[in-house]
């Protein structure tokens, strides 16, 4: 099993910052890609960015490409994501997600953790 425990959310007037923080414990070995998704109020859950566990390929939503960086440290066991500019519509409760190495999917997930941008 992994654990996944986020950690850095809050709330943050339009144009600013907030940085995420993911903490992964148990069998580490076992995920692959993390990446982190949110889900706004009525909304589906979405994808917001991905990182590889090797070469750190990464990708963005395109809503967030450019505002968005999502890192990891393997050797921590953390992944993090760096939010600047952000804008209200960047609101919503933020989950890091890792993929099993072996089902492909993203078989682990953390509790969430609230981002609301005011205008």
């Known amino acids: 099993q992994v654990q996944l425990v986020e950690s850095g959310g809050g709330s943050v007037q339009a144009g600013g910052s907030l940085r995420l923080s993911c903490a992964v414990s148990?069998?580490?070995?076992?995920?692959?890609?993390m990446g982190w998704f949110r889900q706004a109020p009525g909304k589906e859950r979405e994808l917001v960015a991905r990182?590889?566990?090797?070469?750190?390929?990464?990708y963005y939503t395109d809503s967030v490409k450019g505002r968005f960086t999502i890192s990891r440290d393997n050797a921590k066991n953390t992944m993090s994501l760096q939010m600047n500019s952000l804008k209200p519509e960047d609101t919503a409760v933020y989950y890091c997600?890792?993929?099993?190495?072996?089902?492909?999917?993203?078989?682990?997930w953390g509790q969430g953790t609230q981002v609301t941008v005011s205008s």
């Open positions: 990182i590889s566990r090797i070469g750190g390929y990464t």
């Open positions: 148990g069998r580490t070995s076992s995920s692959a890609t």
């Open positions: 997600a890792a993929r099993d190495r072996d089902t492909g999917q993203y078989d682990y």
